[in-house]
T-cell receptor, first 109, second 118 residues
Framework: GQNIDQPTEMTATEGAIVQINCTYQ??????LFWYQQHAGEAPTFLSY????GLEEKGRFSSFLSRSKGYSYLLLKELQMKDSASYLC??????????FGAGTTVTVRA | DAGITQSPRHKVTETGTPVTLRCHQT?????MYWYRQDPGHGLRLIHY???????DKGEVSDGYSVSRSKTEDFLLTLESATSSQTSVYFC?????????????????FGPGTRLTVL
């Protein structure tokens, strides 16, 4: 079975940095994804990690530690448009994804 | 744009009625998925398909059936809808490396169908 935990909500100020943590327990790990989902819309792909370390993509970075079952998504220079839910998803060896419940980030002016 | 659409986008129905949701893709991708999304639960896999007439169950398949008679269409059927099936349903597609610019095999999601069962 899968157990994926992430905080329910986070609030931060425009221009600040926010780190969203995700911990997981799984068998047959084959990568971790982060998706962004604005209210009323479909999830969209943000990042993918399969090896330990940091992947940087502009203002967004994602980190993975497989030995600790831990990932984080780092959002820098927050903008109002970053207000959304962020979904952590673990892929198993059968290529199915298991999602966490999502973290709602609210960016305040 | 991964070329994935869902229909209908919104539906209100009554308990006990059959409902079919359609997912259509235009790029001949092999893998298709149906998820439901509910507050506090995130996205949960209902059924998936790895080719025409090849489908398998996900973690919340009870009360749902699927069919895939053509590569481009993946249908989700609620034989007798219940109020617990009120949810937002997302279809997703993915592909193996080599047929897309990404090697991640990430899933692309359709716009979703909001289903209300009264």
């Amino acid at each position: 079975g899968q157990n994926i935990d992430q905080p329910t909500e986070m609030t931060a100020t425009e221009g600040a940095i926010v780190q969203i943590n995700c911990t997981y327990q799984t068998s047959g790990f084959n990568g971790l994804f982060w998706y962004q989902q604005h209210a009323g819309e479909a999830p969209t792909f943000l990042s993918y990690n399969v090896l330990d370390g940091l992947e940087e993509k502009g203002r967004f970075s994602s980190f993975l530690s497989r030995s600790k079952g831990y990932s984080y998504l780092l959002l820098k220079e927050l903008q109002m448009k970053d207000s959304a839910s962020y979904l952590c998803a673990v892929r198993r060896n059968d290529y199915k994804l298991s999602f966490g419940a999502g973290t709602t980030v609210t960016v305040r002016a | 744009d991964a070329g994935i659409t869902q229909s209908p986008r919104h539906k209100v129905t009554e308990t006990g009625t059959p409902v079919t949701l359609r997912c259509h893709q235009t790029e001949n991708h092999r893998y298709m998925y149906w998820y439901r999304q509910d507050p506090g639960h995130g996205l949960r896999l209902i059924h998936y398909s790895y080719g025409v007439k090849d489908t398998d169950k996900g973690e919340v398949s009870d009360g749902y059936s699927v069919s895939r008679s053509k590569t481009e269409d993946f249908l989700l059927t609620l034989e007798s809808a219940t109020s617990s099936q009120t949810s937002v349903y997302f279809c997703a597609i993915s592909w193996t490396s080599g047929s897309h610019q990404s090697s991640y095999n990430e899933q692309f999601f359709g716009p979703g169908t909001r289903l209300t069962v009264l």
